[in-house]
């Protein structure tokens, strides 16, 4: 019996690139939701009954501890983006020589570096106009402990060039943007599985040593979000792998790892399990946070989806491939939307219309908004730093090789 699982063709990589960016295109349109959900009606994702906005406040508590939280849990959607990244740079660089790597290890930096300075900038400037009505929403929405505060106090040009150069990328810094705490572990996490991978190379990509570094770094290290570099390496070599037996069993049971990966995105970030849907799992594994649910979720997410075509088919829409595209840009804005023009245009419409239809209002017109200026920094901000890191990287990468050439000729 032949294997059902096969090897990408060129037509299928691109059919792969597709359905990754519609995944990526979900993903950040559910951070975007759950940040305004935070702010506007926090008890969904806290299970705070202080901090309920909704009646009695009993759906809301229901669905922080639901199931139904995995359509607004914005850890897990980064945590799928992490994943997503440890996929497809390996998928890049799988059979590339080290070399390669260390190109792709200069371009990484460069690749974040500019979209993340011009939401930062562009923060900064709204910031000094005084375009800021977190606070007010904050205390209204009893979300004050979050949204509050936002944009507190008034940065010098020294503090701006501090968060350009070092502070988001190494201290996680969220003074301008609560989003680009993420960006710092994206950028490390790259770094780390670049050394996985030429470590891989010297042992023949030895998946036994990927497990390893991923649970070293889940249980020793202090960011277990690496995991899910390590991850999207996994997911890779499995595919990759010889062993028909195995290939037919991922595509067999592929449905199941989905549906399990969704099951642990959705733990609760309230850490209030008992009595509901997950203290059975939580009894069994305790594990010391809901992000370790979430990480080992983004991992069984992608391993259901890349050996099963059907799920892929859903992912491979237009509507979120166009989110795909512009996913990055998208999740560099939202937060200065959400503090800007959400909370204005709330302000505004609340003592008008009431709480709940002001809410979606701005939501509504905040969505257009931010499709709107995601598209356009996608052309002229996004895109055209793709191919600036490629052009530095380029020229930084043929120096290295020409001294290395040359100490190999003076040798």
């Not at 519609?22 to 901090?51: C, D, K, M, Q, W």
């Not at 088919?313 to 939307?337: C, D, E, T």
């Not at 930084?396 to 000729?409: A, D, P, V």
Request: charged share 15%; with cysteine.
């Amino acid at each position: 019996m032949s294997s059902p699982y096969k090897k990408p063709s060129l037509i299928m990589i691109k059919q792969k690139i597709l359905y990754l960016d519609g995944v990526r295109g979900l993903a950040s349109f559910i951070v975007v939701i759950h940040h305004f959900l935070l702010a506007f009606y926090p008890a969904h994702l806290t299970g705070n009954a202080h901090e309920t906005n909704l009646g009695n406040g009993a759906l809301e508590l229901f669905f922080s501890k639901s199931p139904f939280n995995v359509f607004i849990g914005g850890n897990f959607a980064v945590c799928i983006f992490f994943v997503l990244s440890g996929y497809v740079l390996s998928y890049k660089l799988f059979e590339k020589s080290n070399d390669y790597i260390l190109f792709y290890s200069i371009k990484r930096y460069f690749r974040l570096f500019l979209p993340v300075a011009f939401s930062i900038l562009l923060a900064h400037l709204l910031l000094k106009l005084s375009f800021n009505y977190s606070g007010e929403v904050g205390i209204m929405a009893k979300s004050d402990w979050w949204f509050k505060s936002f944009w507190s106090g008034n940065p010098t040009t020294s503090f701006l060039f501090e968060s350009l150069l070092y502070k988001v990328f190494f201290n996680q810094d969220t003074f301008y943007n609560t989003a680009i705490w993420s960006i710092g572990i994206e950028l490390i996490g790259s770094y780390l599985l670049f050394i996985m991978l030429s470590i891989n190379h010297l042992s023949r990509n030895n998946i036994s040593l990927s497990i390893l570094g991923m649970f070293l770094v889940f249980f020793i290290g202090d960011y277990p979000y690496y995991c899910c570099f390590f991850g999207g390496l996994i997911v890779k070599q499995l595919g990759e792998n010889t062993n028909a037996k195995l290939r037919e069993s991922l595509v067999k049971y592929s449905t199941l790892l989905f549906a399990l990966g969704i099951y642990l995105g959705s733990f609760p970030i309230s850490e209030q399990y008992q009595g509901y849907f997950y203290s059975q799992i939580h009894s069994i594994f305790k594990l010391k946070s809901p992000v370790g649910y979430h990480i080992f979720g983004s991992i069984l997410f992608l391993g259901g989806l890349v050996f099963n075509e059907n799920i892929q088919k859903i992912f491979s829409g237009k509507l979120l491939v166009f989110l795909g595209k512009i996913s990055f840009s998208l999740y560099l804005l939202h937060s200065l939307v959400l503090v800007t023009w959400a909370s204005f245009f709330f302000l505004f419409l609340n003592p008008k219309i009431g709480y709940h239809l002001a809410f979606l209002s701005s939501l509504a017109s905040s969505i257009v908004l931010l499709l709107f200026l995601s598209d356009l920094m996608t052309k002229y901000i996004d895109e055209p730093s793709m191919k600036f890191s490629d052009t530095i990287s380029n020229w930084i990468h043929s120096r290295i090789l020409k001294l290395k050439n040359k100490e190999n000729s003076n040798t």
